[in-house]
């Protein structure tokens, strides 16, 4: 039990050396020898420098980088713009498209893709309001589309 009081008070001795060392150490403040005396500050302004009498200031400042540009000026609201040229927008792509042409079950039918998805029809057969009227091999696809047109598809090659 007496040992730790002991180890206390010699940490406590230990923290109060270490910051004894450090006020009197390498960056503790030093005061200049009374034989140098001490200079008046000078205050660090631009402005309290004045020429000397009869002596005109410079014509460029030095302390500035750049002259000071003028601003530019508003254009007033009643300036007529030129009118922007209206062009119609690019038509949308078809949302038909022929892929290619397939033999399934001896029938030939056409793969097609409508919005993105693939479907397989034959001669008849008709999905998403596009009913396939005839296929051929040569000539193509004829398919009538859901406001009653008639569009013929021939195969891309891509």
């Known amino acids: ?12 001795g230990g923290l109060v050396a270490v910051v004894m060392l450090r006020s009197s150490g390498p960056d503790a403040p030093v005061e200049p020898p009374e034989s140098e005396g001490r200079r008046p500050a000078r205050p660090a302004t631009a402005t309290s420098v004045a ?22 000026r508003p254009v007033p609201a009643e300036t ?10 690019p ?19 056409a793969a097609l893709s409508l919005w993105g998805e693939t479907v397989i029809l034959g001669a008849g057969e008709e999905s998403r309001g596009y009913r396939v009227i005839s ?15 008639e569009l013929a598809l021939v195969p891309t090659s891509s």
Do not use: H, N, Q
């Open 135 to 149: 296929i051929d091999e040569e000539a193509g696809v004829k398919v009538r589309g859901p406001d009653g047109v």
């Open 51 to 72: 020429p000397p009498p009869g002596a005109e200031w410079p014509e460029r400042d030095p302390f500035r980088y750049a002259e000071p540009r003028e601003r530019p």
């Open 91 to 109: 038509p949308a792509p078809s949302p038909l498209r022929l892929i290619g042409l397939v033999r399934k079950g001896g029938a030939l039918k």
């Open 80 to 89: 007529p713009r030129p009118a922007a040229s209206v062009t119609a927008p």
């Open 1 to 12: 039990m007496k040992s730790r009081p002991l180890a206390i008070v010699a940490i406590l």
